[in-house]
T-cell receptor, first 111, second 114 residues
């Protein structure tokens, strides 16, 4: 596709459930990033992939959060045992050089 | 660690007014600096960037100059339009690489009235 795509666009879940968020980066982009955007915390970095490796995962807030990337393309962000404070918009970005291109985000609501 | 501070918002202006959104940063070395914009209902998109001191980034009538001496990257536009209403984010990336995480400011909501 022409841009970064994310699915689902919206996800409502119950506290304690696991969720998976998907990101399809721009074809050929070697770097992929996850961020989250929430009212209280603004835009926060979560994890960065270069190819299938994650040289920087310093932003993951707890061990309930994990991410993987396969084939140097699609990435999945998994949140286990969701909590209400996990409610946010999760953004994915990809880049081949200087500029990061952002997807539309997945709005996660934990009830 | 690295950090970015933006002026408090929201900012409300009349059409054709002059806009300044202040941004200062704390970082080691020579980071790259960015302004991103998020229009209502849309995703985050790059507005402009500067990668070294004294560089001026510009796009769509917006400008920002990388000032190392004042660690600032203020966003300016001479005459705003209603269509400029959006949330603006200042961001930095550590220097010496084309990759790596962005550190964002808290965002400034701009509303332009006709």
């Amino acid at each position: 596709g022409a841009g970064v795509s994310q699915s689902p666009s919206n996800k409502v879940t119950e506290k304690g459930k696991d969720v998976e968020l998907r990101c399809d980066p721009i074809s050929g982009h070697t770097a992929l990033y996850w961020y989250r955007q929430s009212l209280g915390q603004g835009l926060e970095f979560l994890i960065y992939f270069q190819g299938n490796s994650a040289p920087d995962k310093s932003g993951l807030p707890s061990d309930r959060f994990s991410a993987e990337r396969t084939g140097g393309s699609v990435s999945t962000l998994t949140i286990q045992r969701t909590q209400q404070e996990d409610s946010a918009v999760y953004l994915c970005a990809s880049s081949s050089d200087n500029e990061q291109f952002f997807g539309p985000g997945t709005r996660l609501t934990v009830l | 660690g690295n950090s970015v501070t933006q002026m408090e918002g929201p900012v409300t202006l009349s059409e054709e007014a002059f806009l300044t959104i202040n941004c200062t940063y704390t970082a080691t070395g020579y980071p790259s600096l960015f302004w991103y914009v998020q229009y209502p209902g849309e995703g985050l998109q790059l507005l402009l960037k500067a990668t070294k001191a004294d560089d001026k980034g510009s796009n769509k009538g917006f400008e920002a100059t990388y000032r190392k001496e004042t660690t600032s990257f203020h966003l300016e536009k001479g005459s705003v339009q209603v269509s400029d209403s959006a949330v603006y984010f200042c961001a930095l990336r550590a220097g010496g690489t084309s990759y790596g995480k962005l550190t964002f400011g808290q965002g400034t909501i701009l509303t332009v009235h006709p």
